[in-house]
């Protein structure tokens, strides 16, 4: 079931299980801890977030592969699976969720088009990764990837 606003029922989901989120996002810029620190008391179970837009910083501070880099690329179901695990073990939280994309206009091809989308969850209870293609423009495709993200995590955490 779609929730208008998943970011305001992650808290309590988390809380009940005693449970800290972390976050690991490229495409999305942010936007996903933007939207979480939103919600009063985020910090009783968000404890931050890395924004790894380069591979660079991929492999630096979440331990993506450079082998997974070259053999899928950046937007690939492996690298959010890989940042997912990495922002879960290096930033000490339980749940973690990557998202990893093209928000466009441009940098798409016919294989990986613009908004294409992976989101990643890793939680002690398993690991899941989802795929998604936007037809928006940038922001659109952006907030999209944000929400799919969110709701992916509500699902996971019910």
Request: aromatic share 6%.
């Amino acid at each position: 079931m779609k929730i208008p606003f998943p970011e305001t029922v992650i808290g309590p989901l988390l809380l009940l299980r005693g449970l800290k989120l972390v976050t690991a996002e490229s495409c999305t810029g942010g936007l996903i801890g933007h939207w979480l620190t939103n919600v009063p008391g985020s910090s009783e179970y968000y404890l931050g977030g890395v924004v790894s837009y380069s591979n660079a910083l991929k492999m630096q501070l979440l331990g993506v592969q450079a082998a997974t880099l070259e053999k899928y690329g950046a937007v690939s179901e492996q690298v959010a699976m890989e940042m997912a695990q990495g922002a879960r073990l290096r930033l000490g939280g339980d749940v973690a969720l990557s998202v990893t994309g093209i928000a466009g206009p441009g940098g798409g091809s016919a294989e990986k088009p613009v908004g294409l989308t992976f989101v990643g969850v890793s939680a002690p209870w398993g690991e899941s990764v989802a795929r998604f293609v936007w037809a928006g423009e940038r922001v659109e495709n952006k907030k999209e990837s944000a929400r799919a993200a969110l709701q992916l995590l509500v699902e996971a955490l019910t």
